[in-house]
Structure formats: structure tokens, C-alpha cells
């Protein structure tokens, strides 16, 4: 579900990831077009994740194993059902945090090889 609407955006994911640079933890308020990109991004990202969660949620669709639907299944310790737009919110954060993890496990697993081969 989430692929097929996600692949053809795959831009939003590097304007997201743009959007992110140090300069940010210190000028959050500058009007940078990187800025712009990224909050736009994240909107249309949302919007993605926010479609699927619908069209699940119209159809009755539960049997589904990946963690946007372990999302929808959620309730908070007092039995309210977990909010639809922190899940999609989550996912953002779960793409980041994959993407980034990923690249710097690598480029530490690199670095000690180079050291010791």
C-alpha cells in the first residue's frame, strides 16, 4: 500500500532529508528554500501515509503485518485509540531514523576496515 503511492515521490524523502542540516538546531527561523522544501515535503509525506491509513481504516483492512498497521492497532494505557496523524508522523521519523542509522553503521563498519583489513 505504502509503496506504491510512495514510489513516485521519492524526491519528498530527499527533500526532507535536505531539510535537516546542522544550521537548523540554530537558525530554525531562517527563511531558507531548503526550509520550505522540507515542510512541504513532510506535508505531502504525511498526505501519503494519511491515504493509506483511510483506505484501511474504509475498508476494514486489519490483517495487514507492517508497522503502519501495528500503528493503526495501538491504544494508549488509558484505551484511547492511538491518533491516526501520530502514526503518520511516526513513519516520517521511522524513515529518517532507518535511513541514517543505516548510513552510519556503514560508515563506521568502513572506517575500522580501512584501519584494520
Known amino acids: 500500500d505504502i509503496i506504491k503511492n510512495f514510489s513516485p515521490s521519492l524526491q519528498l524523502y530527499h527533500d526532507l532529508d ?3 542540516q546542522s544550521i537548523n538546531m540554530f537558525f530554525e527561523w531562517l527563511p531558507l528554500p531548503s526550509y520550505f522544501r522540507r515542510v512541504t515535503a513532510h506535508r505531502k509525506m504525511r498526505n501519503i501515509f494519511k491515504k493509506v491509513i483511510e483506505e484501511r481504516r474504509a475498508n476494514n483492512i486489519t490483517d495487514k503485518t507492517d508497522m503502519l498497521q501495528s500503528l493503526m492497532n495501538q ?3 488509558d484505551g484511547t485509540p492511538f491518533i491516526d496523524l501520530d502514526a503518520c508522523h511516526l513513519m516520517i521519523a521511522l ?5 541514517h542509522t543505516s ?3 556503514a560508515t563506521w563498519v568502513l572506517l575500522f576496515l580501512a584501519e584494520s583489513p
Not at 524513515?95 to 535511513?99: D, H, N, R, V, W
Open 95 to 99: 524513515l529518517m531514523i532507518g535511513q
Open 103 to 105: 548510513s552510519t553503521t
Open 75 to 77: 491504544t494508549y494505557k
Open 18 to 20: 535536505d531539510g535537516f
